[in-house]
């Protein structure tokens, strides 16, 4: 690891190590955060005892459900809306506020549409990520050189060849960011409208221990997420790497 | 593609949008889905209320607040990460990381040790802005050219007026992008924050409108938020514009 | 040092200057320049060419101050130069410098401004050298809406306006096509002759150098020294119809032979120093 990456790692172990300090010595009081590693302690135990698994899995369930929605249909939303340009200048503006706009505002009007069920929750995730899957493929699809166009028409391929073998090569890496962005929204979407209302499911059960003041229980499942979500992004993120490494993109 | 052109596309658009309201309605009932007129309506009589405006400014005084914390800790960081070229090094990968990481997965901490106060909500409100703000100004100021540092030390300028006169202004643009995702984050922040557990403010009438089955309240609010938000994110993009196409 | 106040003949000169990148996390220290010599006289026009890579950028920025020199001695009009780019050098660098956030008249401004002039005085040479560039029409144009060309010449006339006695290019044309090079190479011919000031220019293009100077430096590929100097002759009042002349063919083939090992042997690495250059 280079110097800086030894650095990083120093200034994150010094940070946990603080706060558990801070914790243990009694500055912070136990009431409103509890040490890290009883934090750790908490989730293994939970983990075990099998207490929330039902939940955990209901809530990474919806999230993975609602990433490959949006990834599939943003990229198929995506190519048709490409295919129409006066479709897309119409739409032009609307992708351009939609991320600027707090959608979750919208959440408790889809309750009493579709109940208090996975449904609007689901929708939740999707709607929160789709829209950016769909910016990206747009972009990708413009990024694609015209003369790789030409090239095609030289080597005589056909529509369907041309869009498989040079078109969605040439976008893949826009595609992925698109990919990266739906999981990042699609984590959000969910999580944030079970701690709004949900009937189960993790945001719900934190929610749940606050009110009951279960600290641990609480702190546990707030890592979990926290662990999650840092694997799930540096995993990407590593994928990015190797990726842009082969074409010449240097390191990020 | 001319400007009537394209207006007549919005218009086309909304009335697309209204349509699909006004069907869906029809099919799961006013219960469910109050009609797009009577609902447009009573926004018209619930704007200039009394009731509203207090929910409003509950809110503008929340979001004021956490767009004062967000702008100034994340200019300060971004600017000392983006001189500081170790400490930016270290710090990026870890801004980016909480960056991507839902930080609705902390908001029982802030609320742990603020309770449901006003600096709890600005609190939240300014952890979301934060992020972009901080992140767009480092980058601002590596994407500097060096051309212009040494320009400047051609024509003698003392560090301040490299700094004022050649730095800033270059920097300028990206950070007014980074202002641009900051405002309308924060404002996520701060509305999540009143509609997770809060008894002021425009998210919380939300969630009220709901649990007392007043949909047409529910509806009217968030289209008003949606505008505010739309229009405050154009004018903004509007001004990012101007500034980049100097560029 | 050889050049002493009395002696006006040499406006600025190198001594044994060597330039060493030092080593960063991750690189290894790289010898960049010399060991080289350089007398610049007094209202000449040197050019100095050489392959990519070889260190000519790196020579110009020493001279300037830009870059401390590892070894020797750098002087300007008799004073040692070191740390800060002295009064009386001016510098138009490879890269578009010029800055998009002001019109083209207060680009050109700028360096007055800064140093507490006079706002009408400003206003007065700042009017006067976009007039000599032929930037009037554009003083309230932004460099965005302006061609690459032009865009150096704003850099030229902020540099100009300052007054300069020593003029350093670092490929002010790079970025230009054939033609407007050429048209360039009679505008710079015709600032060099109306203000009397020393200019150094770094070039790749042999018949650039051969064209608009009085003496050129041909360097070495890294570490960069110079394999030869040579006298062109030229008559002070030249432009660019002298390209047709056949001392033009051999002056740029007496280049070519000293150069075309070198540039060889640049290619052969330039790939790898490209970044550092």
Known sequence: ?252 | MTATRRAFDTVIILAIVLAAWQGLHQWVGSTALPAPLPTLAYLAKLVPSERFAESAWATLVTFFWALILSYGLGLLLGVWMGIHRLSGAVGEPILISLYTLPKVTLYPVVLLIFGLTLPGRVTFGAMHGVLPVALLTMNSIRNIPPVYVKAARTLHLSHRQTISNVLFPAAFPEIVSGLRIGFTLTLLGVLLAEMFASKAGLGALIINAMQLLQNQEMIAVAIVLFLFAALANAVLLWMEHRLHRRV | MTADASDRRVHASLISVTRVYPATAGTQPVHALGPIDLELKRGEFFAVVGPSGCGKSTLLEVLAGLQPATEGMVAFEGRPVAGEVPDGIGVVFQEDASFPWLTVRDNAAFGLRRNGTDESEVRRRVDDTLAFMGLKDFATAYPAQLSGGMRQRVCIARTLVLQPRLILLDEPFGALDAQTRLLMGDEVLRLWRQTGATILLITHALDEAAMLSDRIGAMSARPGRFLDIVETGWARERDSTIVSEAHFGEITGRLWDNLRGESMKSLGYAGMYAAAE
């Open chain 1, 1 to 252: 690891m280079s110097k800086v990456g030894w650095l990083r790692l120093v200034v994150i172990v010094g940070a946990v190590g603080a706060l558990e300090v801070a914790c243990r010595a009694g500055w912070i009081n136990h009431r409103v955060v509890i040490p890290p590693s009883e934090m750790a302690d908490a989730l293994v135990q939970l983990l075990i005892s099998g207490k929330f698994n039902e939940q955990i899995a209901r809530s990474f369930g919806l999230v993975i459900a609602a990433i490959i929605i949006a990834v599939v249909a943003g990229f198929i939303v995506g190519v048709i809306i490409h295919a129409l340009p006066r479709v897309r200048q119409a739409l032009d503006p609307f992708f351009a506020t939609y991320y600027a706009v707090p959608i979750f505002i919208f959440y408790p009007v889809m309750i009493p549409i579709f109940g208090l069920s996975v449904i609007p929750i689901l929708l939740m995730g999707v709607l929160t990520a789709i829209v950016a899957m769909i910016i990206s493929t747009l972009n990708g699809l413009d990024r694609v050189p015209r003369v790789l166009t030409k090239v095609a028409r030289v080597h005589r391929m056909g529509r369907i060849s041309t869009a498989l073998r040079l078109k969605l090569p040439a976008a893949a890496p826009h595609l992925f960011t698109g990919v990266k962005l739906a999981v990042s929204y699609g984590f959000i979407g969910v999580i944030a409208s079970e701690f709004i209302l949900a009937p189960a499911g993790l945001g719900r059960v934190i929610s749940d221990a606050y009110s009951d003041f279960d600290n641990r229980s609480m702190y546990a499942l707030m890592l979990l997420l926290v662990i999650v979500a840092t694997l799930a992004n540096t995993l990407l993120h590593l994928f990015d790497q190797r990726w842009a490494e082969r074409r010449g993109a240097g390191k990020s």
